[in-house]
């Protein structure tokens, strides 16, 4: 004997919808707490901050939506996130482009790290390569920027980098890869090879860069 058994159609669930969340601004990240970045202003860059003043000022205020000011009791460039500003990662760049200019970089160098986030700033001391004192010191210094700058233009557009030499102590900025390249040809002369040889290997170390992208 068959017995039919009717299939019953189960009615359908409804689904709640999927949820649409909007991407969290910056204060919202923060639990709507205000950051803050101090960068202090060295007693020989007071001046030429002063003259450069808005044009650190506007980048940092209308394209990466960042308060800026000076403190002129404590003299130090004061950084803070507002509610409209778009990365939390913003408030990092601007002091990272501030300390740069406090460094002894150009205002239009230092502003492509708002721009490019591929971009490091590396310091360190001739002494950290070789312990030099007195006029050997001086030597090797000469030997860094060589007659009129020649050295470090010539290091400088070969890696794409900047460098300032500021006394005893050298910055490089840069990306990474590029970095590593001034810094050894940097080394170099510090140690005490001569100009010619540094360029022949810096051309071979650009050429072989150049391949590699």
């Given amino acids: 004997m068959e017995i039919d058994n009717p299939t019953t159609e189960k009615p359908a669930i409804a689904l709640p919808e999927k949820p ?4 969290l601004k910056a204060h919202e990240i923060s639990d709507g707490q205000v950051q803050f970045r101090k960068v202090t202003v060295p007693q020989h860059r007071y001046t030429p901050l002063k003259k450069s003043w808005m044009e650190i000022y506007n980048p940092i205020y209308e394209q990466m939506k960042i308060d800026v000011r000076m403190n002129l009791k404590k003299r130090r460039v004061e950084l803070k996130t507002r509610h409209d500003t778009p990365d939390i990662s913003n408030l990092q760049k601007c002091a990272d482009f501030v300390h740069a200019f ?3 970089f150009d205002v239009c160098d230092a502003v492509a790290l708002l721009r490019l986030d591929e971009l490091y700033v590396d310091s360190f001391e001739i002494k950290d390569v070789k312990t030099l004192r007195g006029e050997h010191l001086s030597r090797a210094i000469g ?3 060589g007659k009129g700058g020649k050295t470090k233009f010539a290091i400088e557009n070969a890696t794409k980098t900047r460098i300032v030499i500021a006394d005893s102590k050298i910055h490089i900025l840069g990306s990474f890869s590029n970095i590593k390249v001034a810094r050894d040809s940097l080394c170099s002369l ?3 090879s001569p100009a010619g040889k540094v360029y022949s290997k810096l051309r071979a170390v650009t050429a072989r860069l150049a391949e590699m992208f």
């Fill in 190 to 192: 510090i140690l005490g």
């Fill in 20 to 23: 649409n969340f909007q991407p």
């Fill in 143 to 145: 030997r860094l920027s």
């Fill in 102 to 104: 406090m460094l002894g």
